[in-house]
């Protein structure tokens, strides 16, 4: 199977916003989130149940879209829909992703796919997950069958999102209860289900952190075949989540250092000869002699209680960009809060060091925001509110209603030339 690219990239800068199956359709029921939001205890807050109801409002969703001036949209492609009970192909699901992809265009909206957003089919994780030594053929075998369907018409493909997580949250300072809830979790889970292991993506514990990643690893490099095999003009990559790691003193630098190796570094090897490296930025971490500092008090912080620092956006592009040498797409930024005149601000603040950077010569092709509506959060589920609309669950008729920070977004893609 041939990995010689031949990718090119629309040649307009996209700006975009980003999303995930699990977090907006509802009633994914044959993926391991659900079935691990369902056992006891659980590290997930709540079900995400209904989510969003996108799998049945995807039109709408596209329409506030083109309504408000993105000319693209990043969304993931569920497997566990494609291939809901190993080797039994639900060919209505991959009907559902081609109209979303014709609708797109006929908005003028330019889709991305994502193949792997956390989730994956409850079969594929009561056999191990990614700890399976034929995980990497199976994921294989689904970017094959996806983008045989889509890849005509794609901007871009992303084989996993954030695989490196284990690691950020590790030694972002994850609270040992927290880590003893995913432990448990899982033994709840493997005994419910049966089976000798049953494993996630984004719930793991820490001593299987290595291995894990390593199965990310194959199985990016065996989709990333794959999908130049029936799709060789789409560019194709992954998405590392990272962090604007800086520091204050000389033993903060060290144990900054070490972080980066450990949370990026180790990706190197993997993401060479790649068309791209998705970058998703949220915050700054400041490092002292003891670790991580706090932010100064009575600083406003996001929701998850790091100060706001806009500049972090380009410092994470730039430092990525030189760290792999590939071209970047900002896959995911934004900022968890209820106070949408933050958002606004942190948009503005945010986008200008990054506009410098593109109009410098580093290769940004696009930047996405997380994300288009509130939504489920995984363990926070509902509570951490991150779109630029918000969403009536409550009432039952999820109307979407556009924040005041989604014009903001809007007025900047119509005045920034490039």
């Known amino acids: 199977m041939t990995t010689t690219s031949t990718a090119q990239f629309p040649n307009r800068f996209l700006w975009g916003t980003s999303t995930a199956g699990h977090q907006i359709d509802g009633s994914d029921e044959h993926a391991d989130t659900t079935f ?71 908005r003028g909206i330019t889709p991305a796919l994502t193949l792997s957003h956390f989730t994956a089919p409850d079969w594929f994780a009561r056999q191990g997950s990614w700890f399976n030594p034929q995980a990497a053929d199976w994921f294989a075998d689904e970017c094959t069958r996806v983008m045989e369907r889509l890849g005509d018409r794609a901007a871009f493909a992303v084989t996993f999102n954030e695989p490196n997580l284990p690691h ?72 590392l989540s990272v962090m604007d790691d800086t520091y204050v003193t000389e033993r903060g630098k060290e144990l900054c250092q070490q972080r980066r190796d450990a949370c990026y570094g180790t990706w190197v090897d993997a993401v060479q000869g790649d068309d791209f490296i998705g970058v998703q930025n949220y915050e700054q971490l400041v490092f ?9 008090e009575g600083e406003p912080v996001n929701g998850m209680g790091t100060a706001i620092r806009p500049e972090s956006l380009a410092h994470a592009v730039l430092y990525v960009h030189e760290l792999t040498g590939l071209p970047v797409v900002v896959t995911e930024h934004g ?39 509130d939504n489920f959060e995984w363990v926070s589920a509902y509570d951490s509110r991150l779109g630029l609309c918000s969403v009536d669950r409550e009432s039952g008729t999820f109307k979407r209603t556009p924040k005041p920070s989604f014009s903001v977004y809007q007025r900047l893609i119509e005045t920034t030339v490039l």
């Open 36 to 106: 691990l939001e369902h056992v006891t205890p659980s590290v997930f807050k709540e079900p995400a149940g209904l989510a969003d109801n996108s799998w049945n409002m995807w039109e709408t969703d596209l329409d506030l879209i083109r309504d408000h001036g993105l000319n693209a949209y990043r969304f993931s492609v569920e497997w566990s829909r494609i291939e809901p009970e190993q080797g039994m192909v639900d060919d209505t699901a991959l009907d559902h992703y081609d109209r979303q992809v014709d609708a797109c265009l006929e």
């Open 335 to 373: 900022i968890s809060t209820d106070d949408d005149a933050l958002r606004c601000t942190f948009l503005k603040e945010s986008l200008s060091p990054l506009i410098h950077l593109v109009r410098d010569g580093v290769p940004v092709k696009g930047y996405f925001h997380w994300t288009l509506m």
């Open 168 to 239: 950020i949250l590790a030694m972002g300072g994850l609270p040992p209860e927290a880590i003893e809830l995913q432990r448990t979790c899982l033994e709840a889970a493997t005994a419910k289900a049966g089976v000798p292991k049953y494993r996630a993506g984004n719930v793991a514990v820490p001593e299987e952190f290595d291995e894990l990643e390593d199965g990310f690893k194959r199985a990016h490099r065996a989709a990333v075949a794959a999908i130049r095999a029936v799709a060789p003009s789409v560019p194709v990559g992954l998405s």
């Open 288 to 296: 002292g002699d003891d670790g991580i500092l706090p932010p100064p």
